[in-house]
């Protein structure tokens, strides 16, 4: 076989194919951003123009409109990228694509637009629609870890600060925790889906030159246009003031949330990580899965690891958007353009794919009760020292001849674990010492008594915080979270 015949089989991909579609991300998420949606959105947008100017008095008939509203969806791309490649601006070849099949309605689409009329607008639907979806997988996200931390809510286990032994707390307190990062998620995208707004018709550097020429002058009547067709494409408002564009703080605003969404989730997975590296804590791990090609021992905690992946390439698609705002000079540079193209589907579908995954090793947790009793009791004897000495004090002993003795146990306790790698016996040493006869150190020791409030802090979480979340988002509990691969 010669180099110019590559070995390729029929359907054989020969392309770069983009994993997050491919491997991923929903199908939702993906169709959100799909050229059928983006330019079938184009086209309404340009019936929304075409009505307004319409009912404001206009030369646009009825017959014209209805002409345009019976080709929204039956767009030929081929025709679109052959005028392209001709006229080299996609707009306008859209604005012949449509005319081609609507030729009553050729000569009125986009009558007095500019091309981010329907770029803008479009994306920020586009916002709307996959930030909705987002705030789904968060609230799905956050019920599964609920109802995880109300199973465990008085099981206790090691804190840790420092990534060091500390106080004890319970596994649904930590629980909480992860969900909690979600819950403050959840209303920074609260807050960006009711800040959004239409870009509106504001013309090619937002002075709405061209609609004022179109209506002779007259300022209210390009005040009701906009006015109409923010309302016709679901919006109450616009943008107080654009250049050509809406401003570009907006893109860096959503992607704010996203990283901070992908913050949450690579937190939580990396704990889960960790846990899993202390065999305390395990993703669901099926029965046929593979943990490696070669230890065939082995659960590694892949979807957590998938989890933290694809989280850092959101928070790195953070960058973009603050660099595209900070440079868009005077009204509008079109080098927002290409790297808007990647960055805005892309975060989502990334974000989608981690809420997935999320979702998915949330609802599936196992625990493993016995484990974590026993790295507890390892150290808990530590943490106890200074119950035991206020026992031992309140049964009539010395306070300091008895902070000296425990001292001294636990040191010699210490170096058995550290230097000769044995079990931590300083429980077993104060038995022994008569000093401590008075004291029952069983009782003392009991694990429940040194996590505090944290089963009652669980109660609480949910009554008070989730519950409303789910009481306001029922339809987004449960749901799909199947993972591909």
Aim: glycine content about 6%; hydrophobic content about 40%.
């Amino acid at each position: 076989m010669t180099a110019e015949q590559p070995n390729t089989m029929p359907n054989q991909p020969t392309e770069y194919e983009n994993p997050l579609t491919a491997r991923y991300a929903s199908k939702q998420m993906s169709e959100i951003w799909s050229p059928q949606r983006k330019f079938s959105t184009w086209r309404r947008l340009w019936i929304a123009l075409a009505e307004a100017e319409s009912e404001l008095g206009l030369p646009i008939t009825p017959e014209q409109i209805a002409e345009l509203k019976a080709h929204v969806d039956d767009i030929d791309f081929d025709a679109a990228g052959r005028h392209e490649r001709r006229l080299r601006h996609d707009v306008m070849a859209h604005v012949h694509a449509y005319g081609d099949v609507c030729p009553k309605a050729a000569g009125i689409i986009h009558l007095g637009a500019t091309s981010c009329f329907v770029g803008d607008n479009t994306d920020v639907i586009l916002l709307r629609d996959a930030l909705t979806y987002i705030r789904r997988r968060v609230v799905a996200v956050i019920d599964c870890l609920a109802r995880f931390a109300a199973e465990y809510r008085d099981l206790p286990c090691l804190g840790f600060t420092h990534m060091q032994p500390a106080q004890p707390t319970t596994v649904g307190k930590r629980a909480c925790l992860w969900a909690y990062d979600l819950v403050l998620d959840l209303a920074e995208i609260e807050h960006r889906l009711q800040s959004l707004k239409a870009r509106g018709p504001k013309g090619t550097t937002g002075t709405q030159a061209s609609f004022l020429s179109l209506f002779d002058g007259d300022h209210e009547k390009v005040r009701k246009l906009e006015e109409l067709v923010c309302r016709k494409i679901g919006f109450d408002e616009s943008y107080a003031v654009t250049g050509q564009t809406y401003p570009r703080k907006i893109d860096s605003q959503v992607l704010g949330v996203l990283s901070g969404v992908a913050q949450s989730a690579h937190k939580a997975a990396t704990d889960l990580r960790l846990l899993a590296h202390r065999k305390e804590m395990e993703e669901p791990f099926e029965k046929e899965q593979i943990g490696s090609s070669a230890m065939a021992y082995k659960r590694n905690p892949m979807r957590s690891e998938r989890i933290c992946s694809l989280a850092r390439f959101v928070m790195s698609l953070e960058s973009s958007p603050a660099a595209t705002l900070s440079t868009q000079w005077m009204e509008r540079t079109l080098d927002d353009s290409a790297n808007r193209r990647l960055v805005l589907p892309q975060s989502f579908l990334a974000t989608d794919a981690v809420l997935i995954l999320y979702q998915n090793v949330a609802d599936g947790l196992v625990v493993y009760p016995k484990v974590i009793a026993a790295h507890l009791s390892a150290e808990l004897p530590f943490m106890a020292t200074e119950n035991i000495l206020m026992a031992a004090v309140a049964a009539g002993g010395d306070r300091q001849e008895l902070h000296e003795r425990i001292r001294r146990h636990s040191q010699a306790a210490a170096a058995v674990v550290k230097q000769e790698g044995g079990q931590n016996d300083l429980l077993e040493r104060l038995h022994k010492d008569v000093a401590f006869d008075a004291v029952d150190l069983d009782a003392v020791m009991a694990p429940a008594k040194f996590i505090g409030r944290a089963p009652e802090q669980v109660d609480e979480f949910i009554a008070e915080v989730v519950d409303p979340i789910r009481q306001k988002y029922p339809d987004d509990l449960g749901g799909d979270a199947e993972v591909n691969v």
